[in-house]
């Protein structure tokens, strides 16, 4: 008889590793699943052990955490809610929703490579990679549970027909040098964040096409033009897909991209009560910063597992970090980079939930 496993503590573990996150193309996948063979693959293991003292010294902390919660008066939170408001306001007055952003993500970017060399590894499960690591897995792998970073036994496991290909990143930096001259034509200061995504501007290139007299609405519209014109271009030259995401946001831009992958893109409205509506839905891991174990703080402990629940407990959570955190956190990003949208203050104040002392 097959020796049981403890629901609670193979979700826990699963819930700290990286690899048991959902990405594009797992949403139907079996979670409970998968924790299982995470948990039975690594638990006599060191790293199952430090994971286990590291998700302990959690739930310690999300249990004093409500007590802290549970001790808070009413006066105390009125006041809070009156200081966090105040750092919106602070933040309002400096938006500025006049560029126009897009962020572009190659689809499974060295499996589509290696399935676009290879036909016959079409419409299988594949991953690039080895049993010790995986760097990227296609959809019809990731439905089984497998995706990068995860250790390739351990997906062997979850996909016993899995087919591994060797990484060969000379190639993948070619393609992706196609990939960026192609970009290098709408925005030449564009910024390369790895291989396969990049963040352009696409303010002047479109202010060039249109002209600056033009509404910002019909602008943003024209954005959408721009950016299925690029991917159609990417395709043409390399025979990949990519899913883009465009905004007047920077963030935004990034969240929108993975929206609609693979080989599609999302336009984030720019209407700034839209833009709220659209920010309020996300849940929390989505913001860039928020981890595995920041999440499970946040669930467990504040009950917030949305943007939109992030801003209706704003004055509890203000209330247990102190002023000195969130004026430190604040400045120090906002010389590194303008955050001036309602979700980069959503950004700002969810890392600092889980700062305080």
Not at 85 to 104: A, G, M
Not at 125 to 132: L, N, T
Not at 298 to 321: M, N, P, Q, S
Not at 323 to 339: A, D, F, V
Request: with cysteine; glycine share 4%.
């Amino acid at each position: 008889m097959e020796e049981s496993v403890p629901e609670d503590e193979a979700g826990e573990y699963a819930h700290l590793v990286v690899f048991s996150a959902e990405k594009a193309g797992m949403a139907s996948v079996d979670k409970a699943h998968i924790n299982k063979v995470i948990y039975e693959m690594s638990k006599d293991s060191a790293c199952f052990k430090s994971l286990q003292e590291q998700g302990k010294r959690t739930t310690d902390k999300i249990q004093a955490t409500r007590e802290k919660i549970a001790s808070v008066d009413e006066h105390s939170l009125q006041l809070a809610l009156h200081r966090v408001n105040q750092l919106v306001d602070k933040l309002t007055q400096q938006r500025k929703l006049e560029r126009l952003y897009c962020v572009i993500d190659m689809d499974m970017f060295y499996a589509a490579v290696e399935m676009r060399d290879n036909p016959k590894l079409i419409g299988k499960p594949v991953a690039v990679g080895g049993m010790s690591m995986i760097c990227t897995a296609n959809y019809e792998a990731r439905r089984f549970g497998v995706r990068s970073a995860m250790p390739g036994f351990m997906a062997k496991k979850l996909c016993p027909q899995l087919i591994f290909v060797k990484t060969n990143f000379q190639k993948y930096k070619h393609v992706s040098m196609q990939v960026k001259n192609i970009f290098l034509e709408y925005d030449e200061n564009l910024s390369m964040m790895s291989l396969d995504e990049a963040k352009l501007d696409l303010t002047e290139y479109i202010d060039s096409r249109l002209g600056t007299d033009k509404p910002f609405e019909d602008r943003m519209s024209y954005a959408e033009t721009v950016v299925n014109e690029i991917r159609s271009r990417v395709a043409k030259t390399t025979r990949l897909t990519c899913s883009a995401g465009i905004s007047s946001s920077k963030l935004l831009a990034k969240v929108a991209s993975d929206i609609n992958k693979p080989n599609g893109q999302c336009k984030v409205p720019h209407v700034i009560e839209e833009m709220i509506e659209f920010t309020h839905a996300l849940q929390i891991r989505k913001i860039p910063g928020i981890g595995k174990v920041s999440e499970r703080v946040l669930t467990e402990a504040f009950g917030i597992k949305t943007v939109g629940d992030l801003w209706g407990k704003r004055a509890i959570c203000y209330h247990l970090c102190t002023e000195n955190q969130i004026e430190r956190k604040y400045l120090h990003w906002h010389k590194k980079q303008q955050y001036n949208t309602y979700y980069d203050y959503c950004r700002l104040y969810a890392n600092l939930l889980v700062c305080y002392e």
